[in-house]
Nanobody, 115 residues
Framework: QVRLVESGGGLVQPGGSLRLSCAASGFTFSAYLMRWYRQAPGKEREFVASISSTGGATNYADSVKGRFTISRDNAKSTVYLQMNSLEHEDTAVYYC????????WGQGTQVTVSS
């Protein structure tokens, strides 16, 4: 059974940090490009960051560049999103997505940035 389970979300003050994790199982994680997306209330889901199967290449949305870092540990079948200098506008449900022979989505984790 394929699973992508996000964790690490929560409530944080502006300027704070969070580290999201997405644990994968049921497929060959190391063969998949991994992405993070987010969806704010009333808005469409948007791309946040991606990382190649080996971790050698990353890409970020302009809105998070310089503040967020995506990484992966293929031995643990986990992808991470380190989020620093969080802003109110980063409030959203964050999803991980696996892209390869098939496409898989996690269930999401809520991130709320508020004072």
């Amino acid at each position: 059974q394929v699973r992508l389970v996000e964790s690490g979300g929560g409530l944080v003050q502006p300027g704070g940090s969070l580290r999201l994790s997405c644990a994968a199982s049921g497929f060959t994680f190391s063969a998949y490009l991994m992405r993070w997306y987010r969806q704010a209330p009333g808005k469409e889901r948007e791309f946040v960051a991606s990382i190649s199967s080996t971790g050698g290449a990353t890409n970020y949305a302009d809105s998070v560049k310089g503040r967020f870092t995506i990484s992966r540990d293929n031995a643990k079948s986990t992808v991470y999103l380190q989020m620093n200098s969080l802003e109110h506008e980063d409030t959203a449900v964050y999803y991980c997505r696996a892209s390869g022979p098939y496409q898989y989505w996690g269930q999401g984790t809520q991130v709320t940035v508020s004072s």
